[in-house]
């Protein structure tokens, strides 16, 4: 198939009739094409014109092809070279693909052979750049910005993975069910120096027993019964990464005596081998368990815990910062408009008051879900109810806008007036709450000035004091 003709091959040679035959056979096949005599004149035209790929002479006068690939490998990196060379200088070519060429063809040139490697270097030119691309995103999302969260206890950690993301020690990161541990540890990874190697996630409590060592280190075929051939485990599958260990505390003790050995010595076995290997892998791991309670029952080696505790990381609970609840409302809603045609984009009044007054035992996952469900029940374009609590906590709560106060002949100025106080009501007594009456932390967060802060609460019949130490 004819390639499209935005993509542009430079051929330098200063061979006339080879600059000639190759530039009929890239235009026949739809290339578009420019021509160079010498590495000079490359140079030249590289800096005027955009060029998908180049092909270039190893032996010419004045610049030759290996100084000319020198200067495309630091100048435009992206850029694919195949080298053409006689028979006599294929060892130089081979010396030009250890410097970064794509690939070289001798003269005289197989013409559908050199097609195919152009065709072939382009689509390696473009894997390469959907990954950079693709790496350029994750980490985007996984930057320390993306953690949402303005709560002094969620800014401690932040400092806390910014410190540890630049070393490559060991990290344990300490919390409970739902609150964004592995979000945490794709931080500490994407912002790290390991961050263009693999990120490998592992539940340690997702398999049985009998397939966690093997998950974890790999087996040799016929080692156990249905070993058909060959794994590879999650350590060497990181290949100079990171190995995030979620959940392990549920790691059986003697799989822990493994994971110890990895973390002083770097080195593996395969279950069924004899061979030591060595891996480069660093290893972030993460529990809800108090592992100091389980050293002290004998379930957790204290030498592995002093070996992943190095740096700890405690990333707290929803109700523990309850202040950031609006922010992780507002995300959560951006983020999964699309499951309603971006219709819903906002809540009704008193709707966020109530969240705010709920006593919350999940966290960010179960607030998450709920956004989720309440986008997609929602008929209009605001968000009038979010469901709360479950079945086995007696049942589903509602967070709505309270209206027992109004009629319903009421106008609906009125109607808007009444629920609007009451939201007004709600979240000032909230803030007041969460903040201890500091009217002044108060005021920054609402962006409200002072008085206003102070008429507020003349107008609720609310005293500060009352909710001060």
């Known amino acids: 198939m004819a390639q499209k003709a935005e993509v542009r091959i430079m051929i330098v040679d200063d061979d006339l009739a080879f600059r000639v035959g190759t530039l009929a056979l890239l235009e026949d096949n739809g290339y578009a094409s420019t021509i160079a005599t010498n590495g000079d004149e490359a140079v030249r035209k590289l800096g ?39 028979f006599a ?16 063809v001798t003269k005289p ?26 790496r350029d995103e994750v980490r985007g999302v996984y930057g320390f910005g993306n953690i949402v969260g303005r709560n002094a206890k969620m800014k401690e950690m932040y400092t806390l993975v910014q410190q540890v993301a630049g070393t490559d020690v060991p990290a344990l990161i300490l919390g409970e069910t739902g609150t964004g541990k592995e979000l ?17 996630v592992f539940n340690c409590s997702a398999l049985a027993e009998t397939l966690l060592e093997s998950e974890l280190f790999g087996h040799e075929k016929g080692s156990f019964t249905g070993a058909h051939r060959q794994h590879i485990g999650k350590f060497e599958e990181a290949r100079g990464g990171t190995v995030f260990l979620d959940e392990i505390g549920d790691v059986p003790l003697h799989i822990q005596t493994k994971l110890l050995r990895v973390l ?50 405690r990333v707290p609970p929803l109700r523990e910062r309850m202040d950031d609840l609006p922010h992780l409302v507002e995300h959560f809603l951006k983020k999964h408009a699309g499951l309603a045609g971006n219709r819903v984009t906002g809540f009704a009044p008193g709707v966020l008051p109530a969240m705010m007054n709920y006593q919350w035992k999940g966290n960010i996952r179960e607030l998450e879900n709920l956004i989720k469900r309440a986008i997609i029940k929602t008929t209009g374009d605001s968000i009038t109810s979010v469901e709360l609590g479950a079945a086995d906590q007696g049942g589903v709560q509602s967070a709505a806008p309270a209206d027992d106060s109004v009629r319903m002949n009421t106008s609906f100025k009125e109607y ?10 709600s979240y ?3 803030m007041l709450r969460l903040y201890k009456g500091n009217v002044n932390q108060i005021a920054k967060l609402m962006e409200l000035d002072r008085k206003t802060i102070y008429r507020k609460m003349g107008e609720f019949q609310i005293d500060p004091d009352s909710f001060r130490d």
């Open 184 to 200: 945490v540890a794709k931080s500490i990874h994407y912002n790290s120096s390991r961050r263009d190697k693999p990120f490998v």
């Open 416 to 425: 808007l007036s009444t629920i609007t106080r009451h939201a007004e009501e």
């Open 264 to 313: 002083q010595e770097g080195e593996i076995q395969r279950v069924g081998g004899t061979e030591t290997i060595t891996v480069d892998a660093r290893v972030v791991a993460a529990t809800n368990r108090d592992l100091s309670a389980m050293i002290a029952a004998g379930q957790f080696r204290e030498d592995l815990f002093y070996r992943l505790n190095v740096f700890p990381i």
């Open 89 to 104: 200088s294929v060892g130089t070519a081979v010396e030009a693909m250890r410097l970064g060429a794509r690939d070289y």
């Open 428 to 430: 000032l007594l909230q």
């Open 48 to 86: 005027e014109q955009h060029v998908d790929l180049v092909l270039s002479d190893l032996v010419m006068p004045g610049m030759n092809g290996i100084e000319l690939l020198q200067h495309i490998k630091n100048n435009y990196p992206g850029v694919p070279v195949i080298m053409v060379t006689g």
């Open 109 to 134: 040139c197989d013409n559908d052979e050199l097609l195919i490697k152009i065709r072939r270097a382009l689509e390696e030119q473009q894997k390469d750049k959907e990954l950079k691309s693709l």
